[in-house]
């Protein structure tokens, strides 16, 4: 399976399928040119079925360009992989979705 780009409004998208090295080269640019082409962008991760550390790499990539070009970026909705992902590699504080990360920590939302 690869993985898309759905653009679902102007300023929201989402990502579906594989977000790993088979589809990182690909997808790179197209992420990139998103993120970077408006002030205000959310991407939703709630239909990314497989995550690995290029597709991590490729998260860590586009939010730190998208703040470069003068932009916010936010990652929403993140699926089971992707949230198991960003706890192994102790990225969710940075990369995680802040209502599941305030549920988990037991904060207010």
């Known amino acids: 399976?690869?993985?898309?780009?759905?653009?679902?409004?102007?300023g929201r998208a989402s990502l579906v399928g594989e977000l790993c090295?088979?589809?990182a080269a690909e997808l790179k640019p197209r992420l990139l040119a998103l993120a970077t082409s408006a002030g205000e962008?959310?991407?939703?991760?709630?239909?990314?079925?497989?995550?690995d550390t290029a597709g991590v790499q490729l998260l860590l990539l586009t939010?730190?360009?998208?703040?470069?070009?003068?932009?916010?970026?936010?990652?929403?909705?993140?699926?089971?992989p992707v949230?198991?992902?960003?706890?192994?590699?102790n990225?969710?504080?940075?990369?995680?979705d802040p209502a599941s990360i305030?549920?988990?920590e037991g904060a207010p939302l």
Do not use: W
Request: charged content about 25%.
């Open 21 to 23: 090295v088979f589809h």
């Open 63 to 80: 939010r730190r360009e998208a703040a470069g070009a003068g932009g916010r970026l936010r990652y929403v909705n993140h699926s089971a």
């Open 1 to 10: 399976m690869s993985c898309e780009i759905d653009v679902v409004a102007e």
């Open 102 to 104: 305030a549920v988990e």
């Open 41 to 51: 962008q959310e991407i939703d991760l709630a239909q990314v079925s497989e995550v």
């Open 83 to 89: 949230l198991e992902a960003l706890m192994l590699l």
């Open 91 to 96: 990225l969710a504080a940075e990369l995680g």
